[in-house]
């Protein structure tokens, strides 16, 4: 089979003809058929779990993994796209209502977005300043949310973020730098302001 990848991606002429087939240059979904015939078949649906699909846009594509895990939970409204690189979502997973998630991202088993949470694991390439970004290579990097962690609504976490294990970040931020694990961040830019004290228990303010 990799072999076979391989060879396609050497031939740009197959490659080309074969991605028309999948998806339009003018409107970058899937078609029916690979909705319906294909995309069964190779990504993974942990059982119990609830893609709310008919009123949310999940582009998926074959050539990237797209996986989401048992009891996990994908509300109206919203975009999943793995056009850029994978998404993976763990157990108990909630994405919420009119949430966007751009792979690649992970998002680990316990943790969920609040409304209206964007996730992206790429941004648009501007490096040459003569032509459109829009044509230029995009930047890829991933987003990674471990395990327990809860994004609230309107947030916003860009490429290449990594956020801890059991952290909250509070509605409305903006998350461009890392956030270590058991901790409390909030703002735009986001930034650390409590964190977990395994030996007092407690929550401790950072100052």
């Not at 829009?134 to 976490?157: C, F, T």
């Not at 956020?163 to 703002?187: E, H, L, N, W």
């Amino acid at each position: 089979m990799l072999n076979i990848i391989q060879k396609i991606k050497e031939k740009k002429w197959l490659k080309a003809f074969l991605i028309r087939l999948i998806t339009s240059n003018t409107n970058p979904k899937p078609r029916l058929w690979v909705r319906w015939f294909v995309n069964p078949f190779i990504h993974k649906r942990g059982k119990g779990s609830v893609i709310r699909s008919s009123r949310s846009r999940i582009d998926v594509f074959p050539w990237n993994r797209f996986e989401i895990g048992k009891q996990t939970t994908i509300e109206d409204f919203t975009t999943i796209n793995n056009g850029a690189g994978p998404v993976l979502l763990g157990d108990r997973v909630r994405i919420g209502i009119g949430s966007v998630v751009i792979g690649p991202v992970t998002i680990k088993s316990g943790s969920g977005l609040g409304q209206h949470v964007f996730v992206s694991g790429f941004n648009h390439g501007y490096a040459d300043g003569e032509h459109n970004s829009s044509i230029q290579p995009l930047v890829k990097k991933e987003v990674v949310i471990e395990e327990d962690s809860h994004i609230g609504a309107n947030s916003v976490v860009v490429a290449g973020v990594h956020i801890g294990k059991r952290c909250q970040i509070g509605a409305g931020s903006v998350v461009t730098k890392d956030i270590p694990d058991y901790s409390v961040a909030v703002g735009n830019p986001a930034r650390v302001i409590k964190y977990y004290d395994h030996t007092s228990k407690r929550w401790i303010k950072n100052n």
